[in-house]
Every structure is written in C-alpha cells, then in structure tokens.
C-alpha cells in the first residue's frame, strides 16, 4: 500500500468492473464511476476447469493459478497420499515433482501422445519423462480422463480413457489457461482468443490499451499469445511508454524457467516452426544437456537443463539475430562464448 501511495496511485480493491463507455470514457465499477483519458486491461487469464458433468467441482480437485490455489491445496500434501495430475504441460510436471518429493503416489494422464507436446520438442519431452520416471511418477501418455467418482461429495477415484480406474485422494488439474477478456468483449473490443492488440498496445480503440497473458499481438508474420511472467511485465512496460509517447512497437524477447526436481529448465526464444532440434550433451552428467531448435539455418529457440551458459550464449544470440553452425552448437569441447564475439 505504502508504495502505491508514495507513487499517487490509488486502489480501487474489491471492485468489478460491470461498464465501458468508450464514447463517454468512463469505467463504472461497484457504485463508482471513473473518467479516463486511456485505459489499459490488464486483466491476465485463469485456469481451465474440469467441466462439472465429469466431477470437476468435487471436493479434493484443485487448479493451479496463484498463492491462493497453492495454499488451498497444501494440507492434502501427505506422504503416501495418492494424487491424479491431469495435463503434462509445465504446470502438472512441477506439481508432480513437488508431490513425488514429499513421498506420495503420483499418477500424472497427459491426453496426448507425450508430454510436453504443444511447447517442446519431443526431445524435452523424452528427458522430462525420464526424470519424472526416476522419482516413482506414473507417467501415462496418450490417455485422457473420462469420469472423476466421489464419496460423500469428494473425489476417490478417476476413470480413464483407457479403461482403468485409479484410486484417487486429490486431483490437481493443469490442462492450460483461458485469457480474461470479458471486460473487453463487454466494451466492444476486438477479442479473438484474447484481446487483440497492435504492436503499440493499443485494442481496436486507441484509447484503450492492453498487457500480459490476455493479449494477442503482433508476431512475426502472424499473432501471438504469449503466457509467462516476464512477457506481462515487458509487455506492460511497453504500454506505459506509449501511452507517454515513446511510440515504440513491442518486440518480446521471450524467456521461461521451470524448476523440477535438481533441474532447472531454462528456455531462450520461441520455437515455433522448427524444423530441426541439435543436441549438446555434457559428456560428464547427463542432467546437463540442450536442445536447440532451428528452422533451415536460423536459431529460434534453446531448452537448457541445468546449462546456465548456454541458456545464457542462446538468448543472446537470438537477441542479436545470430546463428551458430549447428556442428559447432553439437561439439561438447567447443566454446559457447566464443560465438558471442563479433
């Protein structure tokens, strides 16, 4: 609060906002009206839910968005307890390696045909699964959920689309997000899986801006929605400085970790439309490796576990529009850092 104040801005918590009136330029919110000169929405997105006809709203199934959700979930984090995972994107693994550390029974049905599969090659994919496998987690690709029972309002067991049926003590579901662009819609802005933004910032009213996972901007020769941390923060920044008249088009340089187990997950770029992955393996731990993805020549994007240097060197480089020699990216003994040279 203290910084808030010490910066002139004033909280308005605890309010919905249920009008636009982009002709009148008012936010109407609880019993209060707010004038505007430009609004920005940065209004974020939220899990999505198992549907209700499939007991999605039992008691004992959770989702994973926020301190809230993690401290809601957290007494249920009991050694020998037996926990269903629904999804295989970084969301669920990270939730099982924190459940197979603190000693339960992990199962984790991803419906496609591996883990991973809309954001990492299956090389990723393959290293990730082995990991997950070494510390007792279940691992079934290619299998969806069907149909969660319960006792007494609360989930205890799942069945499968393959036709088994599993004990269950609690379920954590992480099958992606869903932007909120309902105040969006409400105003009559342009919305198509997220609010549509120009490069600026700016909806289809130059008044009203947006930032963050709600959005979907200019990328390359397409559109982009882009879902991490750092993208909300960059993406915000940008906004701010063109609403004061920087006039400058967002370009992200997109960056995502992952933590899971004694593997940190550092991932540089973004990869889509590769056509080719190159491996470079440490030849003394097989924990420390990365996979670079390239299209032809061009490097787009790097996963480096457990390698901060070429994590590192990768970002750079694609920051700075280089691409390495893929044989030189392949050799163990060769100099990352020596590609950074001019």
Known sequence: ??????????????????A????????????????????VLTTGSSPRRLPKSIGGTLAGVYTMRDLADADAMAPEFVAGRRVLIVGGGYIGLEAAAVAARMGLDVTLVEMSTRILQR????????????LHQS???????????????????????????????IAVDFVIVGVGIMPQSDIAALAGLKVDNGIMVNALG???DPAVWAAGDCTVFPYGTGSLRLESVQNAIDQAEAVAGNILGADQAYIPQPWFWSDQYDVKLQIAGLNTGYDSVVTRAAPDDPKVVSFWYYEGDRLLAVDA??????????????ESAKSPDPATIADPNSNLKNLLKP
């Open 20 to 39: 636009v009136d982009r002709t009148a330029k008012t936010v109407t919110a609880g019993d209060r009206v707010y004038p505007y000169d430009h609004l």
């Open 305 to 318: 576990m457990n390698d901060p240097r070429a994590y590192m060197v990768g970002k750079r480089l694609i």
């Open 119 to 130: 954001v990492a090659a299956p090389q990723t994919s393959d290293y990730f699964r082995a």
């Open 1 to 18: 609060q203290n910084f808030y104040d010490d910066q002139s801005i004033t909280l308005a918590l605890g309010r919905s906002v249920h």
């Open 202 to 204: 700016q909806t289809s």
């Open 135 to 165: 510390h007792g987690v279940d691992i079934k690709e290619g299998i969806g959920l069907t149909q969660l029972h319960s006792v007494d309002g609360r989930v205890s067991s799942a069945a499968l689309s393959d036709g088994s049926e």
